[in-house]
């Protein structure tokens, strides 16, 4: 009785530390997939605040200018646009600077402008070049301005990052594999010599197979909802601390990194127990040792 409790007592041991070695590797790449989460809808916040002004020449008329609106809001392009009146420009100008124009030139210098943010897929200068040459042809268009040098700058950042960020991404699932996959094949190995002996009294291979993959998906799962638990409770903890990162890292954005990571965890440790298994089952007794 006391030698099954030992025996008991060590397979649990080996099942906990496999299960806790699979959960801290699956944490590991959950916190990694919730940076590139953030870390692109950060560039895309950025890419969306990119764009373009028109200013309107000083006799376009009112139905021009509702045209004008139109175009801009229907346009695919389109983040968002806003009017801004030649006497609003003016004022805000005066505030701004604290000068009186109209007392010093007798004249608004100042024409209607829209201001035109762009979505992210447009928010490179190749782009931008191509609408602002079409929106200049436009009748009543005086000026088009666009700030493409800090888009080419914020897009090479971004292609900087991804350059460093995706083999890094790869060389860490793939690290993350290897690793799962050397933790399961050490629980299947301490079971050597009963898949020998199951093999011997006539056991089918998937029979022997079926316990050990059933096992390894269970721990998959287990490792997988602690793994999210510690990831929830982490993020909650950022958002917290930081509530500006919560715009770059949302709940909903997340939502589908939790299954992931138990996915991920069932599958790996299910194939890395059909794997070692089917290992054990072509061996020799005297390769066992």
Known sequence: MKKNNLTGKTIFGKQLMATVSVMIVLLIL??????AIGAGSFSDSLKSRMGFTVVMSDDVTDETLATMQQLFASAPYTNSVSYTSAEETLSRWEKDN??????VLGVNPFGAQYEITVTPDYAVSDSLDTITARVERLDGVDEVSTTTQVVDVINNV??????????????????????INNTVRLTVYSSRFLIHTMKLVGATGSFIRRPFIR?????????????????????????????DIKAFTSWSSLAWVFPAMIVLGVAICGVAAALATNKYLRLDYDEMF
């Open 98 to 103: 604290g000068e009186d124009v109209m007392e």
């Open 215 to 243: 096992t390894g998906i269970i721990n998959g799962v287990v490792a997988g909802i602690i793994a999210g638990a510690l990831l929830a409770v982490i993020v909650a903890a950022v958002h917290s601390a930081t509530p």
């Open 158 to 179: 971004v292609d900087i990052v991804s350059m460093i960020f995706l083999p890094l991404a790869l060389a860490l699932l793939l690290v993350s594999g290897v690793l």
């Open 30 to 35: 959950g916190l990694f997939a919730a940076i």
